[in-house]
């Protein structure tokens, strides 16, 4: 399998395959495939808010599986340490000097199970890994395998014994998803199935790592239109003067919304980003990053209604023709 650079012809059939194959081991969920293969070639990362048991972690294996790369899984609770994420540095008695000892978060996928049951100290050591692509441990700075993805999972029912991530946290993820129950139709297939139900064992690689580096490095070159950037602010000056909303989307939020956009431009085959890239990733992409003007105090919005608030507002912005 070659890793040199795919021109624009040959990425197209690629990633067709690459979404066949994770879409296999997550039938009938298209929409979070794609999102999360959005997020994937736009060097962002996700947030998977969904109940236990609908295919997260089958969504994070194929994920790697497909484009050849490695997984560690790390499963948040309330006494894991950011060492025990990031790596720590052993004193080496034959040499008499320091070594690191590198975590998880060297690979190229980091399946974060429930991080919000982690402390905020744990949970902040993924900020520099999630923004710079990098760990700063005891002084010493390594950088991390590319690709680097993360994907973090939290249960939106089950608050007892978690700490809900701040707006720092929140803002290094490019989306937010759900996967939510099969169609009926796969379900029963799942429960008529005999023997092995683990779909994504059988994904097959379609891309090795350097490639997807490749197209990540292709997806920055997609032309936005300054009409399209233009819109695309504008949307961004909806969130902050709407009084539905205390706290609108940061110029980190719109610079992720671009990148996605042409992230789906690239994996709808297109070498150029249309006005439906910016109009159907707003909400997975912003929603998260918006807080509603408080209703009664201690309230906390769900967050369909920050869903539901959103996609009011970039209904409101006129769509460039």
């Known amino acids: 399998m070659t890793s040199a650079l795919p021109v624009a012809r040959e990425a197209s059939p690629l990633l067709m395959k690459l979404r066949a194959a994770v879409e296999h081991a997550l039938e009938g969920k298209p929409e979070a495939v794609e999102l999360a293969l959005i997020a994937m070639l736009a060097r962002g990362h996700v ?10 972690t089958t969504l994070a ?35 008499g000097h320091f070594s690191f000892k590198p975590g998880p978060i060297f690979a190229n996928v980091l399946l974060a199970d429930e991080i919000n049951r982690a402390s905020p100290r744990t949970q902040s050591a993924l900020l520099e890994a999630m923004n710079e692509g990098q ?23 089950d608050f007892a014994g978690t700490f809900p991530l701040p707006e720092s946290q929140l803002d290094r993820f490019m989306v937010r998803i759900r996967i939510g129950y099969p169609p009926p139709q796969v379900e029963m297939r799942l429960l008529l199935q005999g023997g092995d139900t683990d779909r994504a064992r059988g994904v097959p690689q379609v891309l090795d790592p350097a490639q997807l580096v490749a197209m ?44 996605a956009a042409r992230g789906r431009a690239v994996l709808q085959g297109r070498s150029y980003c249309i006005a439906d890239d910016i109009h159907d990733l707003a909400v997975p992409v912003l929603a998260h990053r918006v807080r509603l003007s408080a209703h009664a105090e201690g309230y906390m919005p769900s967050r369909d209604e920050c869903e539901a608030a959103v996609r009011d507002l970039v209904a409101r912005v006129p769509v460039p023709l």
């Open 135 to 157: 760990v700063s441990v005891d002084g010493t700075t390594t950088f991390l395998p590319e690709p680097f993805f993360v994907l973090a999972t939290q249960n939106p029912q």
């Open 47 to 56: 947030l998977i808010e969904d109940v236990p048991g609908v295919g997260k």
């Open 216 to 259: 990540q490095r292709e997806v920055d070159r997609i032309d936005l239109d300054p009409s399209l950037a233009t819109y695309l602010h504008a949307v961004l000056m909806a969130t902050r003067t709407s009084p539905t909303l205390s706290l609108g989307a940061s110029p980190r939020a719109g610079m992720n919304l671009a990148r």
């Open 61 to 95: 294996r194929a994920l790697a599986k497909a484009v050849g790369g490695e997984l560690r899984r790390v499963q948040f609770t309330s006494d894991l340490l950011p060492s025990d994420v990031l790596g720590v540095s052993v004193f080496d008695q034959r040499n």
